[in-house]
């Protein structure tokens, strides 16, 4: 089992870059595939970034690639999110998940992430 907790929201203007971070309990986190997804008000909470257990595959949402960059730290039990040239739209609370598994394939659903963060907020002014 793995406990995630996001740090690194905040407000900021259109434009502004966002790290936010994901730290991770547990002696297996290098077995976890990780994910980021983001839930605005009113809306479903939807996939943003995955990455491989070992960081070699990563995957986008088509609505932040190009901006957004994940990464993870397998040695600090860690996973980040680069957020560059933010837009209104991204305000969301963002989500970092965990699911065990050695595959590499791009997995978006979130049924199939079997932990999460509480959540961070981020909010993108115009």
């Known amino acids: 089992q793995v406990q995630l907790v996001e740090s690194g929201g905040g407000l900021v203007q259109a434009g502004d870059s966002l790290r936010l971070s994901c730290a991770a309990s547990?002696?297996?986190?290098?077995?976890?595939?990780m994910g980021w997804f983001r839930q605005a008000p009113g809306r479903e909470r939807e996939f943003v970034a995955m990455i491989s257990w070992n960081g070699g595959s990563t995957y986008y949402a088509d609505s932040v690639k190009g901006r957004f960059t994940i990464s993870r730290d397998n040695a600090e039990n860690a996973v980040y999110l680069q957020m560059n040239s933010l837009k209104p739209e991204d305000t969301a609370v963002y989500y970092c998940?965990?699911?065990?598994?050695?595959?590499?394939?791009?997995?978006?659903?979130?049924?199939?992430?079997?932990?999460w963060g509480q959540g961070t907020q981020v909010t993108v002014s115009s």
């Open positions: 998940a965990a699911r065990p598994s050695a595959s590499s394939r791009m997995v978006t659903r979130r049924e199939e992430y079997a932990y």
């Open positions: 547990g002696r297996t986190f290098s077995t976890y595939v």
